[in-house]
C-alpha cells in the first residue's frame, strides 16, 4: 500500500534509504539467479519480506520532504525536536517527531503516528496533551519547547546536522 502523506527526513536517513533499496535490489537480483538450494517456502517468505521492504521504501523516499526545517514557530510537527515533561512525574525527555528506525541515533526518534506523536502533533509550548501508553495508562505530557532538528543539532556543542 502506498501513501500520498509526505514524510520528513534527514539528508542522512534519506541516503541510507536509497543504500538499503540499492543493497536489496541487488541482493534479489543475485538470489534469483543462484541455484535454488533453500526450501521453497523460506525462499519465498525471504522474497516476500525483501519485496514488502522493497515497496516501503520506495513509497517513503517518493513522499520524501528532504532538505526543508519546518518552520521555528515552535509547533509540534515532523522535523522537529520536542521538550515534553511528564506532569505526573514531571520527568522530561527530549525526541524527534520522524520516522522511527531510520533517523540517526544520536536522539530518540517517536512517530508522527505513536500515542504520544498523534497526542503531541500541532501542540505548542504550554499545551498539555492527553495520550494512552502502550500498557493501558493514560499519562499527560506539556509540550516545553519544539525546534527544527537541524536547529536543535547545530546549537548542541560538537554536533553536526544530519
Keep these: 500500500?502506498?501513501?500520498?502523506?509526505?514524510?520528513w527526513?534527514?539528508?542522512?536517513?534519506?541516503i541510507k534509504l536509497q543504500a538499503e533499496l540499492a543493497e536489496l535490489r541487488a541482493r534479489h537480483r543475485s538470489e534469483v539467479?543462484?541455484?535454488a538450494t533453500d526450501d521453497d517456502a523460506t525462499r519465498t517468505a525471504e522474497d516476500r519480506m525483501r519485496s514488502n521492504r522493497i515497496h516501503r521504501i520506495?513509497?517513503?523516499l517518493a513522499n520524501a520532504v528532504v532538505g526543508e526545517n519546518p518552520p521555528d514557530d515552535g509547533v509540534a510537527e515532523p522535523g522537529m525536536v520536542l521538550t515534553i515533561r511528564y506532569d505526573d512525574t514531571g520527568d522530561t525527555e527530549t525526541?524527534?517527531?520522524?520516522?522511527?528506525?531510520?533517523?540517526?541515533?544520536?536522539?530518540e526518534v517517536y512517530s508522527p503516528r505513536s500515542p504520544l506523536g498523534v497526542a503531541i502533533l500541532g501542540a505548542r509550548p504550554g499545551d498539555r496533551r492527553t495520550y494512552e501508553a502502550p500498557t493501558g495508562k493514560e499519562l499527560r505530557v506539556t509540550l516545553l519547547e519544539a525546534t527544527p532538528y537541524e536547529g536543535a543539532i547545530d546549537s548542541a556543542a560538537g554536533r553536526l546536522p544530519a
Design 58 to 60: 520506495e513509497d517513503l
Design 33 to 35: 539467479s543462484d541455484d
Design 95 to 107: 525526541f524527534l517527531l520522524g520516522i522511527r528506525g531510520i533517523e540517526p541515533a544520536d536522539i
Design 1 to 7: 500500500m502506498t501513501s500520498t502523506e509526505r514524510v
Design 9 to 14: 527526513m534527514t539528508r542522512r536517513a534519506y
